[in-house]
Nanobody, 118 residues
Framework: VQLQASGGGKVQAGGSLRLSCAVSGSIGSVGGMGWYRQAPGKQRELVADIVSSGRTNYADSVKGRFAISRDNARNTVYLQMNSLKAEDTAVYYC?????????????WGQGTLVTVSS
């Protein structure tokens, strides 16, 4: 099972980026999916997550600016980031709860760097 994240890059403050993360491999089903981030010298933190029904949850720092969505047919989760700020600079990791052989597993993507210049 692999989670392949893409879409990071450099952007000026106020700009937008869209991250994608696709799950591939031998899986039974995908449950909750989410995005986390880790800035230099800080702990990894939840940015947003979404369950299979579509219910979402956001960190207070990104509410109103970021939007998480998913395509269940493609086992892909997206993070639309608008009105980016310098403090959004971090490595962004996708995460997914996956069922294989009737057992639950938790997987992480490789991380994609987002750099916001002020």
């Amino acid at each position: 099972v692999q989670l392949q994240a893409s879409g990071g890059g450099k952007v000026q403050a106020g700009g937008s980026l869209r991250l994608s993360c696709a799950v591939s491999g031998s899986i039974g089903s995908v449950g909750g999916m989410g995005w986390y981030r880790q800035a230099p010298g800080k702990q990894r933190e939840l940015v947003a997550d979404i369950v299979s029904s579509g219910r979402t949850n956001y960190a207070d720092s990104v509410k109103g600016r970021f939007a998480i969505s998913r395509d269940n047919a493609r086992n892909t989760v997206y993070l639309q980031m608008n009105s980016l700020k310098a403090e959004d600079t971090a490595v962004y990791y996708c995460n997914a709860g996956i069922t294989r052989d009737l057992r639950p597993f938790n997987y992480w993507g490789q991380g994609t760097l987002v750099t916001v210049s002020s």
